[in-house]
């Protein structure tokens, strides 16, 4: 299994202090943020793909170029790249090119954001969602697995004789996610390519993401790309940990009730029983988390959001110091026991490399 953060970079007051951060000091938080995920041992770095305040990361490849020129095996990927609204062609380009640079250590989740007035800013109508995301990923595949591509849509002008540059490294394009938190459609697209599937899993009971993610599975194998159990599945989750428990839902309580997502909504107590989110020690996250497996299966990868609500850069440093030395190791090894040997590990460009590869006589 990979673990790992995700982050949607939101410029958000603390307040415990009243001070709100720039967005260069925000940009700059997520970088520091990304390297010290590294450093303390974790696999994967994800941000967002926001163009409207209060977020700060419109550009996730320039952000993660930058990352992967100061790491050395992070995977990074996107937590949210918007198919809907960005032109299949741009990204096919864009992160192709990121694959090179990084060697490839890079992947990427395809989503639709939630943010409506997106679409029109970009030329698109909101109603059409669903569509745009399908005919537009239909597209992206195409260049990054055929050289020359002759093409026409609903949705963009279309294409003759195009090859998108650069090629992915080793022929290998980089690997898919699809995320959702609500439409079973991604989840048929997402199992039928064969691709794996990212269930957000921090804002509803597990239920919703359970029916979701058995849907996935079950179509994965009706398109024959293998057994449910071989599906590729990635899970969200929340967390923020103290020693000692109560000293964490005292320090937390008062970032979540004035989070921009959730606050003045349900109590925090209300929320860690309705959702993965979980606010006390480095065990009770590991207890909570291995919880998972109960409810979906084995899975390939686990990402924590872990600096939103206006947190601090000194404090969510301090969650990834307990994420990494307390926390994922064990994880690590309660995961692997019983593990089923047909169950695949996370898609790496090594791994897919392999896998192309032709088998000798």
Excluded: C
Aim: charged share 20%; net charge negative; glycine share 8%.
């Amino acid at each position: 299994m990979q673990f790992g953060i995700f982050s949607v970079g939101d410029v958000t007051t603390d307040p415990t202090t009243g001070r709100t951060p720039t967005e260069h000091e925000r940009i700059k938080a997520m970088v520091a943020i990304a390297l010290k995920a590294e450093e303390v041992g974790l696999d994967v770095f994800a941000t967002g793909e926001h163009h409207n305040p209060p977020f700060v990361p419109s550009s996730p490849t320039t952000m993660l170029g930058y990352i992967a020129a100061r790491t050395e095996r992070l995977v990074l990927s996107t937590a949210t790249t918007l198919i809907t609204t960005s032109d299949p062609v741009k990204i096919a380009e864009d992160f192709a090119m990121l694959q090179h640079l990084a060697d490839g250590r890079v992947d990427l989740m395809m989503g639709r954001g939630n943010t409506g007035p997106v679409y029109p800013w970009f030329g698109q109508d909101i109603r059409q969602g669903i569509p745009l995301a399908i005919e537009n990923y239909a597209l992206l595949h195409r260049l990054w697995r055929e050289d020359v591509v002759d093409w026409e849509g609903r949705f963009r002008t279309p294409l003759q004789g195009f090859t998108s540059t650069p090629r992915p490294l080793d022929g290998v394009p980089p690997f898919v996610w699809h995320g959702s938190i609500r439409s079973p459609e991604i989840a048929e697209q997402a199992a039928y390519y064969g691709d794996g599937f990212f269930a957000n899993n921090i804002f509803w009971p597990k239920e919703h993401f359970m029916r979701l993610i058995n849907l996935y599975r079950e179509r994965y194998a009706h398109y024959g790309h293998g057994t449910p159990e071989q599906a590729v599945v990635g899970l969200g989750g929340q967390a923020f940990m103290r020693r000692n428990s109560q000293d964490a839902v005292r320090e937390f309580r008062p970032y979540f009730d004035n989070a921009p997502v959730y606050g003045h909504g349900p109590s925090l107590e209300e929320f860690t029983e309705e959702t993965p989110l979980t606010v006390g020690s480095p065990q009770q996250v590991i207890d909570r988390t291995l919880e998972f497996r109960e409810s979906f299966g084995d899975y390939q990868r686990q990402l924590f959001l872990m600096d939103h609500a206006g947190l601090p850069l000194k404090t969510v440093l301090e969650q990834l110091d307990l994420l990494g030395e307390e926390v994922v190791p064990v994880l690590r090894k309660e995961f692997a026991k019983d593990r089923p040997a047909e169950v695949p590990g996370a898609p790496t460009h090594a791994s897919r490399l392999a896998a192309a590869q032709p088998v000798s006589a």
